[in-house]
Structure formats: C-alpha cells, structure tokens
C-alpha cells in the first residue's frame, strides 16, 4: 500500500513564502509523477503543479514564477516552494501520485495540508 505524508502548510502573509513536501512510502515498481492540486472553499480541486520522473514540470498559469516544484528520488519526496503569496493562494492543498506497480498505474493522495494567507 502506497501512503503520501505531506508537511508543511499553515499560516502566511500575503506576499509571505511557504513550503511543502510530500514523501511517498509503500512498495511500487516506479513513480510516474507527483505533484501538487489545491481546493479552495466552493471551488473545485484544481492543478497546482506537477514533476514528472524525468524531471519536467508543469504549472497553474496563477501560479508560474512564483510557486517551484522539485524533487529528491533518493527520498521519494516532492516539495513545493511558493514565495510571494496572494489571498487567493488560500486552500487546502493535496499532493498526488501516479505509481506503478506491476501491472496496474495507480493514482494516490494525501490527505491534505491547509494553506492560509492573510494578513
């Protein structure tokens, strides 16, 4: 069984940084991507930004060149660094997982960090 742990989140300023990280444990034969989604109150959950095993990312257009995605293999651990935060940043955030494991690509979640920014 594949379990996602995230850490971090909690409450910044606006205009503040904040980080995430997500570490991935279980047994699998690779690691497609991991990534990050966020739901606001009312909204549905939408893509954050995501890091393939190659190493390509991708990002929310509200979110590019503020918000960088990285990761370390070694420690099957994604991280989300987002700086210069904004109001609407606000949401719960999920790390999500696409893994391998012969022979079924299987999708996964964490069960959420919340993210505030007020001042």
């Known amino acids: 069984q594949v379990q996602l742990v995230e850490s971090g989140g909690g409450l910044v300023q606006p205009g503040g940084s904040l980080g995430l990280s997500c570490a991935a444990s279980g047994r699998w034969n690779s690691i497609n991507d991991m990534g990050w989604y966020r739901q606001a109150p009312g909204k549905q959950r939408e893509l954050v930004a995501m890091?393939?095993?190659?190493?390509?990312?991708n990002y929310a257009d509200s979110v590019k060149g503020r918000f960088t995605i990285s990761k370390d293999n070694a420690k099957n651990t994604v991280y989300l660094r987002m700086n210069s935060l904004k109001p609407e940043d606000t949401a719960v955030y999920y790390c999500n997982a696409h893994i391998y494991l012969f022979p079924t690509l299987r999708e996964y979640w964490g069960q959420g960090t919340q993210v505030t920014v007020s001042s």
């Open positions: 890091i393939t095993s190659g190493g390509s990312a």
